[in-house]
C-alpha cells in the first residue's frame, strides 16, 4: 500500500522535502497513537514490535521513552528512594490500567 502520492508532491526538490518532513512528525503522531490503542486493546510488546518491524525492546525502549523521562525529572528532586519510588510508580500504572479497563467496558 503506497501512502504518498509521488505525483502530489511540490515540483520543487526543497518544497517536497519541507512537506515530507511534516508528513513524517504526522505519521510519528499516528504510530503513537495507534501503539496506545494497541496497548489498552491488550496487545503486547512483542506484537507491537513485530507490527512495526522492530523487536519488542525497542518498541518498549522507544514507546515509553517520553513516559520514562518524565517519571524521572519527576522523582529527582523527591526524596524516595528508588525501591520507594518504582513502588509508587507500579502503584500509579496499576490505577491507570484499572481506570482505562473500567472506561472501556
Do not use: N
Amino acid at each position: 500500500m503506497k501512502v504518498i502520492a509521488v505525483e502530489s508532491l511540490p515540483a520543487d526538490p526543497l518544497e517536497a522535502l519541507r512537506e515530507l518532513s511534516r508528513a513524517d512528525v504526522e505519521l510519528e503522531e499516528l504510530r503513537r497513537e495507534r501503539v496506545e490503542a494497541a496497548r489498552r486493546q491488550g496487545a503486547t510488546w512483542d506484537q507491537i514490535g513485530e507490527s512495526l518491524g522492530m523487536s519488542r525492546q525497542s518498541a518498549w525502549e522507544y514507546y515509553t521513552r517520553e513516559t520514562r523521562r518524565l517519571l524521572e525529572e519527576s522523582a529527582a528532586g523527591s526524596d524516595l528512594d528508588d525501591d520507594e519510588a518504582m513502588r509508587v510508580a507500579t502503584e500509579e500504572v496499576s490505577r491507570v490500567r484499572r481506570r482505562r479497563r473500567t472506561s472501556s467496558s
